[in-house]
């Protein structure tokens, strides 16, 4: 089972991206959980400057920007 955090304090992009990546798990059929963290002190544990930002199996695998769905179902595969 994945486990898939969504990096942002709240803004417009980070909502949209945990949006997406929802999505995009549901559509891969993927085991996986999806968790929103608005921490700031958590996101930047993870070395992460620029939100949002996508961590996967504790990898930041994308930050500061949204990708589209498709390459989101490609970087869950």
């Known amino acids: 089972m ?3 955090k969504v990096l942002g ?3 417009p992009k980070c909502e ?7 999505q995009a798990a549901d559509e ?3 085991e996986c959980t999806v ?15 620029m939100t949002p930002a996508l961590v996967v199996d504790g990898q930041v695998i994308v ?9 989101l179902k490609e970087m869950l595969r």
Do not use: F, N
């Open 28 to 30: 891969l059929g993927l």
């Open 9 to 11: 304090p709240g803004c």
């Open 63 to 71: 930050a500061g920007k949204v990708p589209s769905l498709d390459d």
């Open 35 to 49: 968790e929103k963290i608005s921490d700031i002190m958590e996101i930047t544990s993870y070395g992460v400057m």
């Open 16 to 22: 949209e991206l945990l949006e997406r990546t929802q």
């Open 2 to 4: 994945k486990d898939i």
